[in-house]
């Protein structure tokens, strides 16, 4: 089991970045699918973007494509969603989360506030 801890959410102006922290518990975090998703209230939380575990391999939802990038540090446990050229539709809770399947997530963080004004 892997316990996931986010940071770097806050409020920014529309047109500005953050950069998202994960930090993961399990020594064995390279064996770990990494992604990042986002929830606004009342919405079902969506997918953001994707890593493999070596890191060379990403995905993302087209609504953030060519404005977000994410990253893995297997050496630090960390994996990181560099957010550039926010909108105002992007703020949500952002959620890290890890499989160590094929399948479905089975391990999240518990999300981090990104708010972002005009």
């Known amino acids: 089991q892997v316990q996931l801890v986010e940071s770097g959410g806050g409020l920014v102006q529309a047109g500005g970045s953050l950069r998202l922290s994960c930090a993961a518990s399990r020594r064995t975090f390279s064996s770990y699918r990494m992604a990042w998703f986002r929830q606004v209230p009342g919405k079902e939380r969506e997918f953001v973007a994707y890593?493999?575990?070596?890191?060379?391999?990403?995905n993302y939802a087209d609504s953030v494509k060519g404005r977000f990038a994410i990253s893995r540090d297997n050496a630090k446990n960390t994996v990181h969603l560099q957010m550039n050229s926010l909108k105002l539709e992007d703020t949500a809770v952002y959620y890290c989360?890890?499989?160590?399947?094929?399948?479905?997530?089975?391990?999240w963080g518990q999300g981090t506030q990104v708010t972002v004004s005009s």
């Open positions: 989360a890890a499989s160590d399947t094929l399948g479905a997530y089975d391990y």
């Open positions: 890593i493999n575990r070596s890191g060379t391999n990403t």
